[in-house]
């Protein structure tokens, strides 16, 4: 109820003041309106359409959005819930989800890793054959592994999204190690969400991060 009230308060804003909109160089500008049943984010250069980023989602996906910004996906079901595109950021969140949907296979093994751990966890003490720390950490490590890919997916898919564009997207950040800040604000919540035995798991190194954002096209070309 208070969801869909919230939802109502997006829409009559978009209404109001128009969509939300990020600039980018050369008058391109992200127009985003998620109030209405089919949301659309679009980058738009004076009227014209010039790319639309729900495209990256498998076709049939579909996008909904979450007055609570609590961004999500699943491949299962084909749903990917947003937030309001309050910043630049909101570009990387979304790539990340779209990174999680387009790899099915991450999901089955993270809701299996899931469960074994919430199992293990669940009869700790008990004579359970799961009550090893190395299971537990596995499955930790299986989650966690999960994100990295979808935010890897996020970090490639925007340095490709700035070159055919020829915007800077991650610029806006700022360097390498915020954005590096950024990504791990998220991974440590898992990291905090599945604390047993991972604490000596690295989340992101600013190495990792760079190899990432290093032009896939300059290095076809090296
Ligand atoms: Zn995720």
Redesign the pocket.
């Known amino acids: 109820m208070f969801k869909n009230f919230e939802a109502k308060i997006e829409k009559a804003r978009e209404v109001i003041l128009g969509p939300r909109e990020i600039y980018f160089e050369n008058g391109i500008k992200l127009v985003t309106r998620v109030g209405s049943d089919e949301p659309s984010l679009k980058f738009i250069k004076g009227d014209d359409k010039i790319f639309d980023l729900t495209k990256l989602a498998p076709e049939g996906t579909k996008i909904i959005f979450d007055p609570k910004n609590e ?3 699943s491949a299962k079901t084909k749903e990917i819930k947003i937030g309001k595109f309050t910043g630049v950021d909101c570009i990387l969140t979304f790539l ?2 779209v ?2 949907i387009n790899k099915p296979e991450d999901e089955d093994i993270t809701n299996s890793a899931k469960s074994h751990y919430n199992h293990i966890v669940y009869n700790k003490g008990s004579n359970s054959d799961f009550s090893s720390d190395e299971l537990l950490k596995n499955a930790s490590k299986e989650i966690i592994q ?2 990295r890919n ?2 890897a997916y996020s970090l490639r898919q925007t340095r490709t999204l700035e070159r055919e564009l020829g915007i800077d997207i991650m610029g806006k950040m700022g360097n390498v190690k915020q954005i590096k800040e950024f990504v791990d604000s ?1 991974l440590s919540v ?1 990291k905090n969400r599945y604390p047993e035995k991972i604490s000596d798991l690295d989340i992101f190194s600013e190495e990792e991060i760079e190899s990432f954002l290093i032009d896939q096209a300059e290095k076809r070309a090296v």
């Open positions: 961004w999500e996906a990340h989800e990174g999680h999960g994100e979808a935010w998220f898992y």
